[in-house]
C-alpha cells in the first residue's frame, strides 16, 4: 500500500510517502520567515503553504520514484492547527484523492507525534507511556495499541514549547526559543536561580497535568527583581545563560518526573518523547538517565521527525486505511482537534 501524507498544521509544508509502512521520501519546506515577527503569522503561514504545497507534493513523489497514479491513499493532518494551514492541506489532499479516486484519512497530529517513533527500525513495544511537548501541546499518553490510547494528562495552561519561546523573548533571544535557550543553557548554571517547578501544586500521585505560566512568570518577575535591562552587556550575557539554565532545569525537572512517575504507576516499561521539544539536548539526557536507573527504555524520534513532518502522518495513515478508517471527500479541518 503506497500512501502520501501531507502535513500543514502550522509553519512546515510537508510531504511524505509510505510504502507498506516504509518510508520512501520526506519533504519538509520551513517558513524561517516568522522570526523577524517573534512568532508565527498564522495568515503569512497559510499563504506560504499554498506557494509551496504542489512542489513539496511533487518533489516527495519524484524522491520515492512513485507516480501519483500508483498512489492507494493519503493521509492529512486536519488538526489540531492554525485554521489557515490546515485549510490548505486538507483542500489539496482532498482534491488529489479525488481526482485519482484512491481512499482520503485525516489524521490527528498529535497522534502523528505519538507514533512518530515508528519511523525508526527500534521503536516501543505496547503498552508505552508517550509525552507529546511541542510549542502548542505538552501531554502525557498511555498508548495500548496503533487505535488505542488514553489522555492521562495535559498542561493546564501554556505548552513546554511556548514557554521556551516567550522565555526566549523575555532576554531578548529572538525566534524560535527553544534552540536558542538550549545552547545558551550548557554555559550556565542550573541553580543559578531557582524556579518553580511546573507542576500544579494541586497534582496528586495519580494525576499528570503541567502548569508553566507561573514558571514564565516567575522568569519575568527575577529579571525586573534585578533590573535586567539596565545591566551592562558583560553581566547582561552570563545572567542570560544562568536564567536559560534555571529556567530550562525547570521544565525538564517537571517533564521527567511526570513521565517516569506515569510509567511506574501504569508498570509501563517503555517510554517515548515526541514532538520539537524532544530535541532538546537536557530532556533527551535526563530523560534517558532516570529511565534508565528504573529499568525502563527510552525512545526518540529522529531529530528530523520531532518537528513537524508529514512522514508521521503518513505511518499513521497506513495503519488507519489498513484497518478501514478512511474519510468521505467531505473531511474539513478542525483547528481545536482532540486527542
Do not use: W
Not at 510517502?17 to 520567515?33: H, W
Not at 536507573?293 to 524520534?301: D, F, M, V, W
Amino acid at each position: 500500500m503506497k500512501i502520501l501524507g501531507i502535513e500543514t498544521s502550522c509553519d512546515e509544508t510537508s510531504a511524505a510517502v509510505l510504502d507498506d509502512g516504509q518510508l520512501l521520501s520526506s519533504i519538509v519546506s520551513s517558513q524561517y520567515f516568522h522570526s523577524k515577527y517573534g512568532g508565527v503569522v498564522p495568515e503569512l503561514a497559510s499563504r506560504a503553504h499554498q506557494r509551496v504545497i504542489v512542489k513539496v507534493v511533487d518533489e516527495a513523489l519524484a524522491s520515492a520514484g512513485v507516480k501519483k497514479e500508483e498512489l492507494e491513499g493519503i493521509a492529512v493532518t486536519y488538526g489540531p492547527g492554525l485554521i489557515g494551514s490546515l485549510l490548505v492541506g486538507v483542500s489539496f489532499a482532498k482534491a488529489m484523492a479525488f481526482a485519482l479516486k484512491i481512499p482520503i484519512v485525516g489524521i490527528n497530529h498529535l497522534e502523528g507525534h505519538i507514533f512518530s517513533t515508528f519511523l525508526a527500525e527500534e521503536h516501543p513495544d505496547f503498552p508505552f507511556v508517550s509525552l507529546v511537548v511541542s510549542g502548542g501541546h505538552t501531554m502525557l499518553v498511555l498508548v495500548e495499541d496503533f487505535l488505542k490510547f488514553k489522555l492521562l494528562g495535559q498542561t493546564r495552561d501554556d505548552a513546554a514549547g511556548e514557554a521556551f519561546d516567550k522565555v526566549a523573548k523575555l532576554l531578548g533571544l529572538g525566534y524560535p526559543g527553544g534552540p536558542l535557550i538550549d545552547k545558551l543553557a550548557r554555559e550556565g548554571d542550573p541553580n543559578f536561580v531557582k524556579f518553580p517547578k511546573p507542576i500544579p501544586s494541586s497534582s496528586k500521585d495519580d494525576e499528570y497535568e503541567f502548569s508553566f505560566s507561573g514558571l514564565k512568570t516567575a522568569v519575568l518577575y527575577y529579571l525586573k527583581k534585578i533590573n535586567f535591562q539596565n545591566l551592562d552587556e558583560k553581566e547582561k550575557t552570563q545572567i542570560i545563560r544562568n536564567v536559560c539554565a534555571s529556567f530550562q532545569k525547570a521544565v525538564v525537572d517537571a517533564l521527567v518526573e511526570q513521565t517516569i512517575k506515569a510509567a511506574k504507576n501504569f508498570n509501563v516499561k517503555n517510554i517515548s518523547i515526541a514532538g520539537g521539544v524532544a530535541a532538546n539536548s537536557e530532556l533527551r539526557k535526563r530523560m534517558k538517565e532516570k529511565a534508565e536507573s528504573e529499568g525502563i527504555k527510552l525512545y526518540i524520534p529522529d531529530l528530523s521527525y520531532c518537528t513537524d513532518n508529514a512522514a508521521m502522518i503518513a505511518f499513521v495513515g497506513y495503519i488507519k486505511l489498513k484497518n478501514g478508517i478512511k474519510h468521505d471527500y467531505g473531511l474539513s479541518p478542525v483547528p481545536n482537534l482532540k486527542i
